[in-house]
């Protein structure tokens, strides 16, 4: 998909995983997300992968992959993390081009809601609101309003209520970004990490 003046969304490619890791690694400053993206594209399925590329050079990715609300197995909810742009394009309309292609990617594939922990300022402009208002609570302790849904087939959350449970490369990377940065500010959150 070409959404302007040479930026395009597409799927990633094996040849694109250096790139990827790379722009994870600008964006985060450290190396987790990275190794995260790596275990995720092995191990979970379906997994969407998608990269923003600007005149052939790889300035964004978005990673989305299944999760489980427990007591409804039969959902099909994925779990958006993680999200990145290189900081010299941040604020130019990437991420969220990357989100909502995301989702239309999500839509494809049946599945019928998003869940995020992340910043509720940046992620309700895509229609994320709390997940408690839902009943749906996260397996990580984090703060309420930073656990957040969207529903992509409007009323599939109706009466459902649960623990979303994350792939287990999370548990394995449990000091990757959504746990530990969630519901802090994004630019606070990066001088916490030592940015
Ligand atoms: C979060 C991130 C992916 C957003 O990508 P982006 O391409 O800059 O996002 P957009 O251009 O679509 O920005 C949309 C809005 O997000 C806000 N925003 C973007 N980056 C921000 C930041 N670092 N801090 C606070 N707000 C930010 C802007 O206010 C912007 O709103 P505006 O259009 O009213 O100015 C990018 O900043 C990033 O990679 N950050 C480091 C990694 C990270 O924190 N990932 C998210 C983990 S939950």
Not at 27 to 55: D, H, I, K, Y
């Amino acid at each position: 998909m070409v959404l302007s003046s040479g930026l395009s969304i597409r799927a990633e490619e094996e040849q694109d995983w250096v790139g990827v890791q790379a722009v994870h690694e600008s964006a985060f400053g450290r190396s987790a997300e990275a190794r995260l993206v790596a275990m995720l594209r092995g191990q979970a399925r379906p997994v969407l992968s998608l990269l923003a590329e600007n005149t052939g050079v790889i300035v964004g990715h978005i990673m989305l992959s299944p999760v489980v609300l427990s007591g409804h197995p039969q959902r099909q909810i994925m779990g958006l993390a993680p999200l990145a742009v290189v900081p010299a394009r941040q604020r130019r309309g990437i991420g969220s081009a990357l989100v909502r292609t995301g989702f239309e990617q999500c839509q494809h594939l049946g599945f019928e809601a998003v869940v995020v922990l992340g910043h509720p300022v940046y992620y309700r402009r895509f229609g994320f609101t709390p997940a408690a208002r839902f009943g749906i609570g996260c397996e990580y302790d984090v703060p309420e309003e930073a656990f957040m849904v969207v529903e992509l087939r409007s009323g599939c959350l109706s009466g459902v209520s649960g623990k979303v449970a994350y792939h287990a490369a999370f548990s394995a990377m449990s000091r990757c970004a959504p746990p530990s940065r969630a519901g802090k500010p994004m630019q606070e959150a990066s001088q916490e990490d030592g940015r």
